[in-house]
């Protein structure tokens, strides 16, 4: 069985302002992200990781940096381009408020069965989902019977963690979101078939 332990990077400066934050755009750890990363080493800090995966994206090599202070047995990075946030063309770095009054903004909120990007170059939950999909089933056959870290992005995670547990893409976004530095384990058994959410938005090591 390999465990994952899936941290949502620390809350930056695009964050705090509600500017669209995707796979081609990046902004500063806020001093709150990095505490927080470094609240989430303390509290893994007894777990021995088989390997870490991050996002290429500063934000999360950031937190990773910030996570491996806290471990007593830190593990090298490695950096996995499928692990970048979603994209969203020509929305990424500009105020999620300049789309407010858009169709495909209320759809990729409280509709994302029905968000259509190909308009302003933006990825599909489909691609997207496609694209996590296969690192978690690589790194599954990589390391079987262990476990590892992966430090990613909000609409990432959620997307595939909500596949992985069956939901459909109409319910990628019921529920709770995943907060900033947030920890869920999933568990892939019976011969890598088998995906199972164990903790999901974890955030008591931020209490």
């Known amino acids: ?51 870490i ?18 471990l007593n047995k830190p593990k090298e990075i490695t950096t ?21 009054h858009y169709e495909e903004f209320q759809n990729l909120v409280h509709r994302p069965h029905l968000y259509d990007p190909s308009s302003f170059g933006g990825e599909t939950f489909e691609d997207l989902i496609e694209r996590t999909l296969n690192v978690f089933n690589s790194l599954s056959e990589k390391h079987p019977d262990e476990t590892i870290l992966i430090v990613s992005h909000g609409l990432t995670l959620q997307s595939i963690l909500k596949h992985l547990d069956g939901s459909s893409i109409a319910d990628i976004r019921s529920g709770r979101l995943l907060d900033n530095t947030s920890i869920t384990i999933v568990e892939n058994s019976n011969n890598n078939q088998e995906f199972t959410i164990t903790k999901w938005n974890d955030t008591n090591h931020l209490n």
């Open 53 to 70: 995966y991050v996002s290429p994206q500063k934000r999360a090599q950031d937190t990773a940096e910030n996570i491996l202070l806290g």
């Open 80 to 100: 996995v381009t499928d692990l970048r946030e979603m994209e969203f063309g020509s929305w990424d770095g500009k105020p999620e408020s300049d789309f407010h």
């Open 1 to 51: 069985m390999t465990t994952f332990y899936c941290v949502r990077h620390g809350k930056t400066e695009f964050n705090l302002n509600k500017t669209f934050q995707g796979g081609l755009a990046d902004s500063p750890l806020l001093p709150e992200g990095i505490e927080n990363a470094k609240k989430v080493g303390n509290y893994l800090a007894d777990i021995s990781f088989d390997g």
